[in-house]
C-alpha cells in the first residue's frame, strides 16, 4: 500500500529557506503517470496548492510562490522534496504532500485537464517565527 | 481570495441531504474536471470525488458528484454525524497552468 512520510525541520526563523522531504514506500515514483506535490494549510485556512513534480524533473509551480518555491525528486530515493527560499511569518502552516493525477486529454478539440490527490501524507506543521 | 467559490458553511439534520457547490470559471471548472477532498477535523483531506463523479474504492455511493458548466456539486445523502467535516473542490486552472482549491465548506450535521 502506498504511503507518504514527510520530514523537516518544524521551525524556522524568518528569511531561513524551508525544506521538507516526502519518502514514498510502496510504490516506484518512477516510471508512473503520477505527479508528486505539496499542498499547504495555514491555521484556520483552506488548502492552498504549492505545486508538483514528475519523476523526469517536469514542474508546475503556485504562480503566486513561483519565485520563492523548488520541488526536486531523488529517483534513487524514492523521493521528493520542497524548498520555499525567503519564509515568512505567512508561511506558517501544515504542509501536506500528495501523490498527484495530473494528465490532459483532448475532447471536441479542446484540451481538458484531469487533477486530483488520491494520496496524502499525513501533514508536518512548520512554523515560522523569531 | 479562491478562484473557485464554495459556501463557507452547510449545516443539515442526520438522514438527510445536502449539496455543496463550487463555482469556477471557463479556464478550470468550465473545461477541467473537478475532484473533491473531505477532511475530518485535525486529519490529512481524503479523495472523494475524481474527474467530477467517480469515487475511489471504499467510498459510500452516499457521496456523489456532478457538474453542469462552471460549477461543480458534491451531494451526500443519508447524513451521518461522521460526515460532519470541511469539504473542498478542486481542479486545474488552464490559464494560470495551476491546481486549485475552493476554500472550503464546513458542513455540521445537527
Known amino acids: 500500500q502506498l504511503q507518504l512520510q514527510d520530514s523537516g525541520p518544524r521551525l524556522l526563523q524568518p528569511s531561513e529557506t524551508l525544506s521538507l522531504t516526502c519518502s514514498v514506500s510502496?510504490?516506484?515514483?518512477?516510471?508512473?503517470?503520477?505527479?508528486w506535490g505539496w499542498i499547504r494549510q495555514s491555521p484556520g485556512r483552506g488548502l492552498e496548492w504549492i505545486g508538483n513534480?514528475?519523476?523526469?524533473?517536469?514542474?508546475y509551480y503556485n504562480p503566486s510562490l513561483k519565485s520563492r518555491v523548488s520541488i526536486s525528486v531523488d529517483r534513487s530515493k524514492n523521493q521528493f522534496s520542497l524548498n520555499l527560499s525567503s519564509a515568512t511569518a505567512t508561511d506558517t502552516a501544515v504542509y501536506y504532500c500528495?501523490?498527484?493525477?495530473?494528465?490532459?486529454?483532448?475532447?471536441?478539440?479542446?484540451?481538458?485537464?484531469?487533477?486530483?490527490?488520491?494520496?496524502w501524507g499525513k501533514g508536518t506543521t512548520v512554523t515560522v517565527s523569531s | 481570495q479562491s478562484l473557485l467559490t464554495q459556501p463557507p458553511s452547510l449545516s443539515a439534520a442526520p438522514g438527510q441531504k445536502v449539496t455543496i457547490s463550487c463555482s469556477g470559471s471557463?479556464?478550470?471548472?468550465?473545461?477541467?474536471?473537478v475532484s473533491w477532498y473531505q477532511q475530518l477535523p485535525g486529519t490529512a483531506p481524503k479523495l472523494l470525488i475524481y474527474?467530477?463523479?467517480k469515487r475511489p474504492s471504499g467510498i459510500p455511493d452516499r457521496f456523489s458528484g456532478s457538474k453542469s458548466g462552471t460549477s461543480a456539486t458534491l451531494g451526500i445523502t443519508g447524513l451521518q454525524t461522521g460526515d460532519e467535516a470541511d469539504y473542498y473542490c478542486?481542479?486545474?486552472?488552464?490559464?494560470?497552468?495551476?491546481?486549485?482549491f475552493g476554500g472550503g465548506t464546513k458542513l455540521t450535521v445537527l
Open positions: 510502496g510504490a516506484s515514483i518512477s516510471g508512473s503517470s503520477y505527479y
Open positions: 478542486g481542479t486545474w486552472d488552464s490559464s494560470l497552468s495551476a491546481g486549485l
Open positions: 474527474d467530477n463523479d
Open positions: 513534480v514528475y519523476y523526469s524533473g517536469n514542474t
Open positions: 500528495g501523490r498527484i493525477f495530473l494528465d490532459t486529454v483532448l475532447v471536441l478539440f479542446a484540451r481538458r485537464y484531469h487533477f486530483y490527490i488520491d494520496v
Open positions: 471557463s479556464s478550470n471548472i468550465g473545461n477541467n474536471y
